[in-house]
Nanobody, 112 residues
Framework: QVQLVESGGGLVQPGGSLRLSCAAS????????IYWVRQAPGKGLEWVST????????SYADSVKGRFTISRDNAKNMVYLQMNSLKPEDTAVYYC?????RGQGTQVTVSS
């Protein structure tokens, strides 16, 4: 079955960096686009970024453009989200997903 497992979250100070990882299994990984979404406390899901299959073209929400970078390693069935210049408003549970499938999420807290 489809499995997506996020890791790499934690507590970081404003201006710091984190790298999230998403390990995928149970489907033909290289043939699917993968996205990251996040949910801040008391708010709905917010799309963060997507990386396409094929050309690997990334897209980003305006709120993270220029600070976050998504990448994928098809040989390892992995997707990464490099997050730089983190802000308190980036605090959320981050999920990776494909189609209707999502992982359990990893908590990112940006606070001094």
């Amino acid at each position: 079955q489809v499995q997506l497992v996020e890791s790499g979250g934690g507590l970081v100070q404003p201006g710091g960096s984190l790298r999230l990882s998403c390990a995928a299994s149970g489907f033909s990984f290289s043939g699917y686009s993968i996205y990251w979404v996040r949910q801040a406390p008391g708010k709905g899901l917010e799309w963060v970024s997507t990386i396409n299959t094929g050309d690997g073209r990334p897209s980003y929400a305006d709120s993270v453009k220029g600070r976050f970078t998504i990448s994928r390693d098809n040989a390892k069935n992995m997707v990464y989200l490099q997050m730089n210049s983190l802000k308190p408003e980036d605090t959320a549970v981050y999920y990776c997903g494909t189609g209707i499938f999502r992982g359990q999420g990893t908590q990112v807290t940006v606070s001094s």
